[in-house]
C-alpha cells in the first residue's frame, strides 16, 4: 500500500492506556486506593496514549496532516493500539513498526476528578525503538518532526543520548524543522540516574522547538535544586516555587544550548515561551520555522490556561503541544500560537482520555474568539505586561513590547 506525505511525523512513545473511570467522591486519592480494601470504579476507557498518540492523534484532530512513527509488539495490547489508530484513520497506522517477540507498552492511568493523574506503566517495544525505526524517506517529505518521551524509552536515554541525537541529526539533514518533548522519568530507575546535564547538549543544537515541562526541565539540568524545591514546596506541590527568575534562568539554559524555541508547560499556571534573538538560528529551524520571523525574535510569553470543567488531565501536556505546533505551522503569531496551544489543552481535560475532548482548530479559535474565561496565573511575575488585547502576559525583556 503507497502511504501519503504528512506535514508533521510525529515519532516515539507510543502505549495502550487503560483508564478507569471514577465518581466523584471525598478523600484523597491516597485515601481511595487503600491496601485490601475494594474500590468501586466504572467501565474502563481503553485508548493509546504516549507522545505519539496523544499528539499525533491531537494534530490529525486539529486537521493537520499526521503521521505516526512508534514501536508495538505482535501480541493482544499491540493489535489494540493499531486498531485504535486505524479508526481514526487507517493511514495513521502505515508508519508504525511491529515487532515479533516484544511485549507491547501499556499504562494504566489513575485519574481521579479534580485530581493530577497516577500511571502504571510498562515500557515494553518503546525501549528497543531506535534510528533504524525512522523511516527517512517519510520523513523528508513532512514539514516537521516531532519526537517525545525518551527518557521513557531506554535506547534513547542510554550512551549519553548519542542514538537520540542521530535521529535528530539525519531528520535536521532533510531540512525538517525539529521538535521534542520529554517526560519526568522515575528518579530512581535508569533513567533517573542518567546523566541529563551531558545529554542534553548532545541533542539540543539539533532541536528547533523544545516542549517540556518545567518540573523535567530542572530534573534535568539540575536535580539538586529540583530536590530542594520539591522538599520545601511539600504538599503545596513544586509550582508552588516557581518564579520568573527561575522561568528566565532556565529558558536561557536551553537557548544556550542551540533551542530555537524553548516552551516550558507550567500546569495550570499556562505556557511560558522563550525564542532565540539570533535571526540566523531562527531562519535555520527548517521547512516549519515561523515566517515571518520578526514576530518570533527574543520573545518572552506566558498564556494563561483557559476555565473548564476538567474531567481528566490525560494527554493534556501532548494536546497543548498539539495545538502550538499546529499555530507554528499555520504561520501565527507567537501570541496566537501561545493561546491556541492552551486552549486545546484546555479542551483536552474536558474528558478523561487523552485526546477525545479535541475539536477541529476552527472550533478551538471559535471558543476564544467568543470570550473563553481565563484561569489567574499566581507566579510571581514582577516587572511583566499584561496584554489584554492578547490575552498573554509579556516578560520584562520581551521584544515584542510596543
Known sequence: MQTRSADVVVAGHICLDIIPTFEAREGSVGALLTPGKLLNVGAAITATGGAVSNTGLALHRLGVSTRLMGKVGADLFGGAVLDILRNYDP???????????????????????????????????????????????????????????????????????????????????????????????DPDSEAGRADWPALLPRVLPFVDVFLPSLEETLFMLDRERFEDMEKSAGSAGLMSQVNNALLHDLSGHLLEMGVAIA??????????????????????????????????????????????????????????????????LKGLSPEATMTGAVGVGACNVEQADATSGVPSWNAVQNRIRAGWARLPVTLPLPGWKWNGDQGIWQGPNDGGYS
Open 263 to 328: 516552551v516550558l508547560k507550567l500546569g495550570d499556571q499556562g505556557l511560558y515561551l522563550r525564542t532565540t534573538d539570533d535571526v540566523d538560528r531562527l531562519a535555520a529551524a527548517g521547512k516549519g520555522a515561523p515566517e515571518p520571523l520578526s514576530p518570533w525574535l527574543g520573545r518572552e510569553l506566558l498564556a494563561p490556561c483557559f476555565k473548564v470543567q476538567m474531567v481528566g488531565t490525560t494527554g493534556s501536556g501532548d494536546c497543548t503541544i498539539a495545538g502550538f505546533l499546529t499555530g507554528l
Open 91 to 185: 493511514a495513521l497506522a502505515q508508519g508504525m513498526v511491529v515487532t515479533q517477540g516484544e511485549q507491547s507498552s501499556y499504562t494504566i492511568v489513575i485519574s481521579p476528578p479534580d485530581v493530577d493523574r497516577y500511571f502504571l506503566h510498562c515500557p515494553g517495544a518503546n525501549d528497543t525503538f531506535g534510528a533504524e525505526d525512522v523511516n527517512d524517506a517519510q520523513v523528508a517529505h513532512a514539514r516537521l518532526f516531532h519526537f517525545g518521551y525518551p527518557p521513557i524509552m531506554r535506547r534513547m536515554y542510554a550512551d549519553g543520548g548519542r542514538e537520540l541525537a542521530s535521529i535528530f541529526k539525519r531528520v535536521r539533514a532533510h531540512g525538517v524543522t525539529t521538535s521534542l518533548d520529554m517526560a519526568l522519568p
